[in-house]
């Protein structure tokens, strides 16, 4: 038989551990980022995911030896975005002409970028601002 305490604290340890699992999922951004870095690239638009926790924007844009590279742009969340009315899912497009300014990833291999402003000087829109 099963005591009232054991299903007790069997109960808490399981609230515990479902309350922790969203802040556990969550990555620290100065682990991921120099985040007293910055780095500037000007590419193409790949591809733009619109999403939550973070969008994301894919970007073909010489690297440092000149070599065409993919790099990974870590954005604010679509909700808050979409809340502030700065961005919307139609705000990127393929092909686009980027500016993007961000604090560069620990790995220099992965090619991250946590973006800190976006320009497209064709039609001269703008994003920058609170990650948060």
Known sequence: MV???RIVSGCIAAALLSAAGPSLA???FPATYYIDKSVTIKGKVVQFMFRNPHSMIIILAPGPDGKDVRYAVE???AGALAKD???SRESLKPGDFVIVTGAPGRQETDHKIRLNQIERPADGWKWGGSFE
């Open 26 to 28: 969550h990555h620290s």
């Open 85 to 87: 009315g700065q961005a």
């Open 3 to 5: 005591s009232f305490a």
């Open 75 to 77: 954005w604010a969340a």
